[in-house]
């Protein structure tokens, strides 16, 4: 029996800008539509379900997700760090796939479709960096986009930087399928889960050196980002 809709995922440090997002999507059939990037709404005004509550809470409990250590995660992540290195968007998306292939094969959790797209989309509140959609019983995989060069200059996208907006992505395909969250939040927790990743994918001393992001406020609303087509790899 299929469970609730998942939420199409705007990632809260996947915008070059330092305003607040209130993430989540909207309840989809077959196609799932993004949000935008919005102010951050006055702390009185947020209303939270007694499930939603729920999940924050055990969202922001859990800090890494625990991942047998194997040699294959950093090896794929110097694959992808080559791709990257030529600007060829197919070979970026190769190597982006197959290393959220192995780990979601490691976590016995449905894969995901990886696309990797071209210019970052914007508006006045900055570039979007990345993406979740849920397939939410539609006949193919949740899809992960990420965008690999920036909007002014077209330059590809600094590796770890890349290396984390991928992974930030994951971690929101994982709140479901992994931890079987009702909601994925950008909880303080989820950035640390985030970060263990990282630490898999890199050697220590490298990761290290790869900020997180600032942790922000908590995202409490959906809302829509209207004229951006989302789907581009151009």
């Known amino acids: 029996m299929a469970g609730p809709p998942k939420w199409s995922i705007v990632g809260a440090d996947c915008i070059a800008s330092p305003t607040t997002l209130l993430c989540g999507g909207v309840r989809g059939g077959r196609g799932t539509i993004p949000c935008r990037w919005v102010r951050e709404m006055p702390q009185s005004r947020r209303k939270f379900s007694r499930s939603d509550e729920r999940a924050y809470e ?4 859990v800090r890494a997700i625990r991942v047998p250590p ?3 995660y950093q090896q794929r992540a110097s694959f992808l760090a080559e791709a990257l290195k030529t600007g060829e968007r197919q070979r970026v998306e190769m190597a982006s796939q197959r290393l959220l292939d192995a780990f979601c094969q490691v976590l016995r959790v449905p894969p995901l479709r990886v696309e990797v797209c071209g210019k970052r989309p914007t508006n006045h509140y900055g ?6 959609t849920p397939a939410n019983g539609a006949a193919t995989r949740d899809r992960v986009q990420v965008w690999m060069r920036t ?16 992974l930030h992505e994951l971690c929101h395909h994982l ?5 079987k969250l009702s909601r994925s939040f950008h909880t303080e927790g989820f950035y640390r889960r985030e970060s263990s990743l990282v630490y ?4 220590r001393e490298s990761a290290a050196r790869v900020a997180p992001p600032a942790t922000r406020p908590a995202p409490r609303r959906v809302a829509f980002w209207p ?7 151009s």
Not at 58 to 61: I, T
Not at 227 to 233: E, F, K, R, S, V
């Open 70 to 72: 194997s040699p294959a």
């Open 175 to 179: 709140d479901y399928e992994h931890l």
């Open 227 to 233: 004229g951006i087509d989302l789907g581009t790899t």
């Open 200 to 203: 898999v994918a890199l050697p």
């Open 151 to 166: 909007a002014r200059r077209l330059q590809v996208v600094a590796f770890k930087t890349f290396l984390r907006t991928l």
């Open 58 to 61: 055990r969202s922001n409990a």
């Open 127 to 132: 570039e979007l960096h990345g993406l979740y």
